[in-house]
């Protein structure tokens, strides 16, 4: 079966599990940097992310460069904020407060809009803040991995566009980029920052964003120089677009593997329509949060349509606690996660479901999960009221 | 043999060729990053960096962050610098540039000393320079991957600390450390910043830096927040304190893959002494150096007191192009880099020599790429005169 050692299954909100031959990718043997080959292989990845956004924007700008998720945070608040600009922030949880925080460290004018734990900030309000201000961009976390909130992206950007049209709708997608639906140009998004190692599959290393046309110009209408020297777009756009021609390039050197890795994970995605990706991971989801339910447990995000398909928050019972549950999935070979929302950190836990857990057949992952928690919260001396 | 599929010899400056086990610990399956396992790694590996800088200092605090090695200069940029402080850059070649630009970008006032092509600042020229101006930090390119010219650390910092005591010594190691020998505490210095994927042996995507507790404490004393966020010493000081001390913690997601490959490499490098490492990289760099003379041929580097053990930067006979050897030399299995030095680019070829290649006796792509350059000037019509 696989060529991967038996290990515990690990179903936390990513790193995920990953495909065999995408962590073969990883042990590829050392090219050049800027050689035909790796160069050929950089520029394919790129072009996938446009396919995984579902752009077809020629001035639309895909950006992988070596670091963790969060440099994306840094990518948006270096280049597409000066100092003293304003930007109007959606949290639905811990993510949201840090992607606060990033812009906050390089100066943006910031304004946060707080959901309640488990919801999100809801339409009126946040149309009423974008008609008393004036906001270069907005900020949401289209699934806060602190909470499991989805948000609702094509009505977000919809209001946007109606009430302040100049704003840029920029998209913390670490958790959700592809396993829910984000149609990039049809929606009119202007960014995208995501990270490796979630639902797109592969080993985690890379930031991975993509940038609208008008987001672009936005950055070459800057009146000062970007805030950031490993992230800024001045140096990278020129390298992204020699890749992506196919024409050696360098400003620092990516990860020849990572990018390998990430090249196999986005082919095996592309082969199939994405909408039955999203369909399937939906469907998953659902199967999760009803057997949840029938658990007699509540599920962090209140209402289902604030309900991500990525991952599921589970309050524990009151008389089980995250250092006794925890080691008892371990022992049944499952890993799920701790809380990290301050505001409830230790009273849930939370339990990953995309990719390969959930799209390939073979594996049985979200089942022995589902088993799992059962029979853990049961040894714990839960019992459904 | 090698569990490598066959392929052309990487013998440029970095990324290097990679130790089979190294390359296979990138597959590793996938872990929590906060999971147990996991943290033992990383802090172990945390703990293999001290080892590496040859220091015992427990109040040096070692570094690793996804990231290119540039993320390295955004790191001693954004922490160790305010705004309006100044910076004497001392520059060897492209990257000691590349350095002053990343210390502009966060307001440093930098100050650069240039070395002649192939040279670099002579001590007087700096001590003067420190005299006349109170620095609070000073960088230096150990070796400059852009011309193999070589950096005296051990008189440059004593220099250093005799006219300008309170000045950080900041080195760029990217293409040092590991195959030159640095002894961080006995020489005094206060930071080196490197890459994975030079002398280490480590594909690229990770930042390795470790800086001294004087370094730790001018942090601390800064008057104004960090000026990045990803690259913020507040943000990740505490994380690598925690991991090393083997307790979970989150700033932003770690490359777990990559940690596990770094930690097989140092393995590899601390299992002999280093000063045997260090002698043997000096041994075939002499033999490279001599070879190339023995073509008739000049080394980039002028003086030998100036040429790296890591890399040899070439001057290319008058009538051979760059675009007629090094297809040449991929003919013959044998990748080597183009020049990048802006005043010479067209002019010199680059050939490194680190890690496996010149440590593993059962390889032998040295004398192989030698026979290469020699049979490949040939059949561009160069005859040594």
């Known amino acids: ?140 976390t289209h699934v806060d991995t602190s909470t499991g909130v989805l948000s609702e992206l094509k009505d977000l950007t919809a209001t946007v566009k109606r009430v302040s049209p100049e704003t840029l709708v920029i998209v913390d997608g670490v958790c959700s980029v592809a396993c829910e639906e984000i149609a990039f140009d049809e929606w009119g998004l202007d960014g995208v920052v995501t990270a490796s190692q979630k639902a797109i599959g592969c080993p985690a290393g890379l930031s991975i964003s993509f940038f609208s046309g008008r987001a672009m110009q936005a950055f070459e209408k800057r009146k000062t120089p970007p805030a950031s020297y490993f992230a ?24 020849p593997q990572l990018v390998h890795a990430l090249n196999t994970a986005l082919k095996q995605i592309l082969a199939k329509p994405l909408s039955e990706r999203f369909a399937r991971h939906a469907e998953v989801s659902d199967k999760v949060k009803k057997a949840v339910q029938d658990l007699g447990l509540e599920v962090v995000a209140t209402k289902p349509e604030d309900q991500a398909h990525a991952m599921t928050a589970i309050y524990l019972p009151e008389n089980v606690k995250i250092p006794d549950i925890l080691p008892k999935l371990a022992g049944k070979g499952v890993v799920f996660a701790g809380g990290i929302h301050k505001a409830i950190a230790t009273k849930y836990i939370r339990f990953g479901h995309m990719g390969v857990s959930v799209t390939d057949p073979k594996r049985k992952d979200i089942d022995h999960a589902l088993e799992a928690l059962k029979s853990g919260l049961s040894e714990c001396g839960y019992q459904k009221a």
Chains 1, 2 share one sequence.
Not at 35 to 63: K, N
Not at 232 to 243: A, G, R
């Open 232 to 255: 800024s777009m001045k140096n990278w756009t020129p390298i992204m677009k020699n890749y992506e021609a196919k024409k050696p390039s360098y400003f620092a050197t990516p990860s």
């Open 1 to 140: 079966m696989s060529s991967q050692p038996a290990h515990p299954t690990l179903l936390i909100p990513g790193p995920i599990e990953f495909d065999d031959a995408v962590l073969q990718s990883m042990s590829h043997y050392s090219e050049s940097h800027v050689g035909p080959a790796f160069v050929a292989t950089f520029g394919e990845t790129l072009t996938q992310l446009r396919q995984l956004f579902q752009s077809t924007d020629a001035s639309a700008q895909p950006y992988i460069i070596s670091g963790s998720g969060t440099l994306g945070w840094d990518l948006v608040a270096a280049n597409l904020v000066e100092a003293g600009e304003s930007a109007l922030v959606l949290s639905t949880g811990y993510f949201g407060d840090a992607f606060a925080d990033c812009l906050t460290t390089y100066g943006a004018d910031v304004t946060k809009l707080d959901g309640p734990v488990g919801g999100r900030p809801q339409l009126p309000e946040i149309e009423k803040a974008l008609s008393q201000k004036k906001y270069k961009i907005l900020t949401v």
